[in-house]
Structures are given as C-alpha cells and as structure tokens.
C-alpha cells in the first residue's frame, strides 16, 4: 500500500527496505531520541519486522521528492478501543527538514483520524527531547496525567480527534505555503496486499470512513481518491 498525502509518499514498509531502516535506526542522530538505545543486528531487524507486518501495526517510508528520509508509524493498535501509538523520524539534513517531519505526523494523523475513526492517539517521548515535546505541545498533544513514577526515560502524550482538528488547519496552512501539496489523498491498493487479509480489512476500513473517495483502477492497483474539499 501507497499513500499520496500532503506533498509525501508514505509506502507500506516491505522487507526489502529494512535494512535501510535498520541503516537509519542505527544512527547516531535517530537513536539518541529511541527509547530502545542498543545498536541493532540484522537477525533482529529481521525478527522485528516480522512481529510488526500485520494490521496492528502500520509502518511507512516517507518519500519526498522521490527521496526516501525517513519512516512514521502506527503501532500497537487496539481496534476495539479505536487507539494506538505514534512515531516518526527522518533523516534529512537540508533545509526542507524542519517541515517534512510536519508533514509526516500530519499525515499519520489524518490516516487514524479520518480513515481508522480512532478516539486516541498516543506518542511516547524522552524526557531530554525538549524539541519533540514542544512539537507535540502545537500540535495538540497532551501529557498523559499521573504517569511520574511509571519510567524515567520518557513521557506519554496523547491525542482526540477534537484536538487535531483544532490544531491541524494552522500547520497545513504552513506546508502548504512551503510548497507541499495539500488536500490530495489517495491510496493505493498493490497486489502485495492481497497476499494475505491486508488488503481486504484496508478496503473496509476506507469504504466505511466519512471520507468520500473516487475507486479506480491504475495498472495493478486499485486507487481510492479522495474527492477535493
């Protein structure tokens, strides 16, 4: 699966990709900001992504301008609560960097927003990441109340649908002044989901949202568009 959102090209993390992650996720300016700190293996990138490739775990690569810079995620998710939890990181250096992060959580929220109707979205962030906690604060997050004594290393923070909605329209008026397309939304169903039950609970998922979408089909992929607001 592809999505086309706000100007990025978030695909559907395959296993020919991992070790790129991996490549990223080993870094000293990705990991400094991890929970887990340890330099990572092969044989455990491997057993990772295994335990993660299913539909209660979303991960993506983020394409921009036909680069990949880096992954967002939705994992550990509880249909029956309507919840999970985020994650982002890139690894741009120039200066299209302070926005494409931006871009990137804007995205992973109107998925579970607009598309999964979820009622919560959690982020956990370390405690010496004061630009990730500020981030978070604009965009509408909330600390997790009467969690001091739970870990040392970090912080929970959430978010509703009422408070992205509140505070989205700013931060899309931004990138989109930047030069990212926003407003188009379209996925992109690939063969590769339909090897197991994937691409049939997406399908129900985005049929069954508020969104209006055109279906067609593009070579081997069946693409769902969102209508223009």
Do not use: C
């Not at 010496?128 to 109340?145: A, I, P, R």
């Amino acid at each position: 699966m592809k999505i086309e959102v706000n100007g990025l090209v978030i695909e559907r993390l395959k296993e020919k990709d991992i070790e790129l992650v991996r490549e990223w996720r080993n870094s000293d300016k990705v990991r400094k900001n991890m929970l887990y700190q340890e330099i990572i293996t092969p044989e455990q990138q491997i057993e990772w992504f295994h335990s993660i490739n299913n539909f209660n775990n979303f991960y993506f690569i983020v394409e921009y301008k036909g680069r990949k810079v880096g992954l967002v995620n939705i994992k550990d998710i509880d249909w029956d609560k309507k919840q999970g939890e985020a994650g982002v990181f890139m690894m741009e250096q120039d200066l299209s960097a302070v926005l494409i992060p931006v871009a990137g959580a804007l995205s992973i929220s109107e998925l579970v927003v607009g598309v999964f109707g979820f009622k919560k979205l959690f982020a956990k962030v370390r405690k010496d990441n004061k630009t990730m906690q500020k981030l978070n604060k604009l965009f509408g997050y909330k600390k997790v109340e009467n969690q001091e004594n739970e870990n040392k290393d970090y912080d929970k923070y959430y978010i509703t649908p009422d408070s992205y909605n509140k505070h989205s329209s700013k931060w899309i008026k931004l990138i989109h002044a930047m030069g990212f397309d926003t407003g188009k939304l379209r996925f992109f169903m690939e063969p590769d989901d339909y090897q197991n039950d994937f691409g049939s609970q997406m399908e129900k998922l985005l049929e069954g949202s508020d969104i209006n979408f055109s279906i067609e089909s593009e070579g081997e992929n069946k693409v769902y568009t969102r209508f223009k607001r």
